[in-house]
């Protein structure tokens, strides 16, 4: 297969990048995206150019790595698949490819396709961790945690943190991904020590970061690999509410100043 690839190349942060067109000839279909573009590396290599950069780790949709926008879509077209699960026969033999890195005001380009996505560490680091002691292993015949808790919270588990979300969001908007990460810990015992902390220490570092505010385009849903439900978001806001009704530290952050005195 043949295609005529047009990518993001930027040299750093501050260099204003630009589309740069390869043709790319004789590709295997079974080759994935990533393949893919190993071999306009090694092309690129070999005529002494520098190679486009692109970050990716597993190789396998869990790592959540392989960010780049393909052809508008966040991860490319196919629905609930990672961008190096994608394989060149899912496009037309003669097509254009657009590659561009996710775009939003908190994922800043370091360079080509690689942005820098610790904005979603830092809403991690947040509160996105259990301190409780959890005892041994529990009989193998105990039901620790109820069916449908510990099936929805497998739900939200299956973020892998790709950022896809944000990159759909017309917003820029952390929403489902912060929803995610706080639903898997909320519907789980060993959660419960912090649930309240959690939540708004996850919400102001979202707020912090730069993410936008949800306005319920549900785009973040569509592009989501993973295909974490939009309903995480509703969850979050019980969530945020809850908390704020009925904890001291939102009013503690609400007024740090006073705090600071
Ligand atoms: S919610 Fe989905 S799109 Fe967003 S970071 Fe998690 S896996 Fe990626
Ligand atoms: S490289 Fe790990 S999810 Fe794609």
Not at 213 to 228: D, G, L, M, R
Request: overall charge negative; aromatic content about 6%; hydrophobic content about 40%.
């Amino acid at each position: 297969m043949d295609f005529t690839l047009h990518i993001w190349r930027q040299r750093g942060r501050e260099d204003a990048g630009g589309f740069v067109t390869y043709p790319v000839r004789g590709i295997s279909p079974d080759l994935s995206f990533l393949e893919m573009l190993d071999v306009l590396n090694e092309e690129l290599a070999g005529r002494g150019e520098a190679p486009v950069a692109f970050d990716h780790d597993c190789r396998e949709g869990i790592c959540g790595s392989c960010a780049m926008v393909i052809n508008g879509d966040p991860h490319g077209p196919l629905r609930a698949t990672t961008t190096c699960q994608l394989y060149m026969r899912h496009f037309a033999d003669g097509a254009d490819i657009t590659i561009e890195p996710w775009r939003a005001e908190a994922f800043p380009v370091l360079r080509d396709l690689i942005v820098d996505r610790s904005a979603l560490d830092r809403v991690i680091q947040a509160g996105g961790y259990v301190s409780v002691n959890s005892g041994a292993a529990p009989d193998a015949h105990a039901t620790t945690v109820a069916k449908q808790a510990a099936d929805t919270a497998f739900e939200a588990a299956a973020c892998i943190g790709c950022g896809a979300c944000v990159a759909a969001c017309p917003n820029g908007a952390a929403m489902l991904f912060t929803a995610a990460k706080v639903a898997q810990l909320a519907l789980l015992p060993q959660g419960q020590p912090e649930r309240v902390r959690r939540v708004i220490g996850m919400v102001e570092a979202m707020d912090h970061a730069g993410f936008g505010n949800c306005t319920n385009h549900y785009s973040c849903a569509e592009a989501c690999p993973k295909e974490i439900p939009v309903r995480f978001i509703a969850r979050l806001n019980r969530e945020f509410l809850r908390a704020a009704l009925t904890s001291r530290e939102f009013v503690e952050l609400e007024r740090p100043h006073e705090h600071e005195e």
